[in-house]
């Protein structure tokens, strides 16, 4: 079936440094997510992403988080600077429709983010 | 605000045994779509039932839930677990018409079957 793809899957990183998390979606998907998943705990919606803007973020979406896809790319999430408590699994997905048949979202197999 | 409970954090079960994997929810959307996301060891999470239709059976790879919004209740079943069907299963909450398409996790239950 269709994939995404993470890259990379593990990232270790001080603490106040720039990370960027990268993503390739399904080809021919419009609907861009990322979640966030602390060890031990459910995966939470951080922001989603449609034509190249921000339709929604959650309250974890900090001002130090930002996101694109330029010119049809990976699509990115960008955390600067990092915090330890940034350090978890960040979970891409992406989807054709918001709701409907077409809504299902397809989810990358994760990053693991460890701040130190 | 909304959310989704799973009061197991982890089912062990001797193959061959029924599966029933809990899921609640509370939310203010009219019209709640509910899933059921299955994450094998080293893969993606990927998309086992979806629903948003009340009272109506939604069945796919033996596995069946029924969405139950009266009493707010989207249960994963099976008849006769397979060892292949240890995973982590996550329930999820969306809105059919509303909300940008955001998801709302349920924490997940570690299915293990045993021989």
Same mark, same amino acid.
């Given at each position: 079936g269709p994939k995404v793809l993470q890259i990379p899957s593990h990232q270790i990183i001080d603490m106040g440094q720039m990370v960027t998390l990268n993503c390739d979606p399904v +080809? $021919?998907? /419009?609907y861009f997510y990322w979640y966030k998943q602390i060890l031990g705990q459910q995966m939470e919606f951080l922001v989603n992403f449609y034509n190249g803007k921000v339709m929604e973020k959650s309250k974890?979406?900090?001002? =130090?988080f930002s996101v694109e896809r330029p010119d049809g790319s990976y699509f990115t999430l960008k955390i =600067?600077?990092?915090? /330890? @408590?940034? +350090?978890a699994v960040y979970f891409c997905a992406s989807s054709l @429709? /918001? *709701? *409907? $048949?077409?809504a299902e979202q397809f989810f990358g197999p994760g990053t693991r983010l460890t701040v130190l | 605000g909304d959310s989704v409970t799973q009061t197991e954090g982890l089912v062990t079960l001797t193959e061959g045994l029924p599966v029933m994997l809990n899921c609640t929810y509370q939310t203010i959307y009219s019209n709640p779509f509910l899933f059921w996301y299955v994450q094998h060891l080293n893969e993606s999470p990927r998309l086992l039932l979806k629903s948003f239709t009340d009272n109506k059976r939604t069945e796919h790879q033996g596995f069946h839930a029924t969405l139950h919004k009266s009493s707010s209740s989207f249960h994963l079943q099976k008849s006769s677990a397979q060892l292949s069907d240890s995973a982590l299963y996550y329930c999820a909450l969306s809105d059919r018409h509303y909300n940008q398409g955001k998801l709302i996790f349920g924490q997940g239950t570690k299915l293990s079957i045993k021989p």
């Open positions: +080809s $021919n998907h /419009l974890l979406f900090k001002d =130090q =600067q600077p990092t915090a /330890l @408590e940034d +350090s @429709e /918001l *709701g *409907g $048949n077409y | -």
